[in-house]
């Protein structure tokens, strides 16, 4: 079994600045991906950033590039999202999962963290 574990949510002012990170611990794995959700309240799941392990690149959503910076530490198996500028619609539990080598979606998902934008 592979752990997922996120931190560094909580409460801010709009425009303010969080760090999220998720730590991978169990199973030793070799990922395809890892990468960032987010699940506003009364809202579907939906996709934020996702960083290739093997070559490093990273695919953001179109509305959040600007804000958003999704960064590893390979040998940690650990991604992080530096969130900037944040607006209350940013609000919302923010998820981390991996794509294993093998596995066609992401297999593995973090119990998430609450990120709330205050106005």
């Known amino acids: 079994q592979v752990q997922l574990v996120e931190s560094g949510g909580g409460l801010v002012q709009a425009g303010g600045s969080l760090r999220l990170s998720c730590e991978a611990s169990?199973?030793?794995?070799?990922?395809?991906?890892m990468g960032w959700f987010r699940q506003p309240p009364g809202k579907e799941r939906e996709f934020v950033a996702v960083?290739?392990?093997?070559?490093?690149?990273?695919v953001y959503a179109d509305s959040l590039k600007d804000r958003f910076t999704i960064s590893r530490h390979k040998t940690k198996n650990a991604v992080y999202l530096q969130m900037n500028s944040l607006k209350p619609e940013d609000t919302a539990v923010y998820y981390c999962?991996?794509?294993?080598?093998?596995?066609?979606?992401?297999?593995?998902w973090g119990q998430g963290t609450q990120v709330t934008v205050s106005s």
């Open positions: 999962a991996v794509q294993r080598v093998g596995r066609s979606d992401y297999d593995y």
């Open positions: 169990g199973r030793p794995f070799s990922a395809v991906a």
């Open positions: 960083m290739r392990w093997s070559g490093g690149g990273a």
